[in-house]
Nanobody
Framework: QVPLVESGGGLVQPGGSLRLSCAAP????????IGWFRQAPGKEREKVPC????????DYADSVKGRFTISRDNDENTVYLQMNSLKHEDTAVYYC????????????????????WGQGTQVTVSS
């Protein structure tokens, strides 16, 4: 288990921006594919973007393409999620997670393909 810690959530108006961070004190994230997921009340956990370990390739859910950007800073041992043009429907608890058995992201992968999870950070988009 990798102890993941998310931060950066908060309350933002529609059209605003937030940057989430995913850190892992004492562990090296660079060897893992990292996914960001979100879960709104009454809804299933949804994979938002994922970034692979070795080549840094990414995949995004259609709902956030062009608005969200995932990146990783291996020197800082942190994965970021830059969220722009936020909408009401982006409101959710956001989690980061490590890939279980492959360093690559796959558009078809879901929560079951990720092993360690953080505690989540709340993002609320409201006017």
């Amino acid at each position: 288990q990798v102890p993941l810690v998310e931060s950066g959530g908060g309350l933002v108006q529609p059209g605003g921006s937030l940057r989430l961070s995913c850190a892992a004190p004492g562990f090296t994230l660079r060897w893992y594919a990292i996914g960001w997921f979100r879960q709104a009340p009454g809804k299933e956990r949804e994979k938002v973007p994922c970034i692979s370990s070795n080549d840094g390739s990414t995949d995004y859910a259609d709902s956030v393409k062009g608005r969200f950007t995932i990146s990783r800073d291996n020197d800082e041992n942190t994965v970021y999620l830059q969220m722009n043009s936020l909408k009401h429907e982006d409101t959710a608890v956001y989690y980061c997670a490590t890939g279980k058995s492959t360093p690559y992201c796959s558009p078809g992968s879901g929560a079951a393909d990720f092993g360690s999870w953080g505690q989540g950070t709340q993002v609320t988009v409201s006017s």
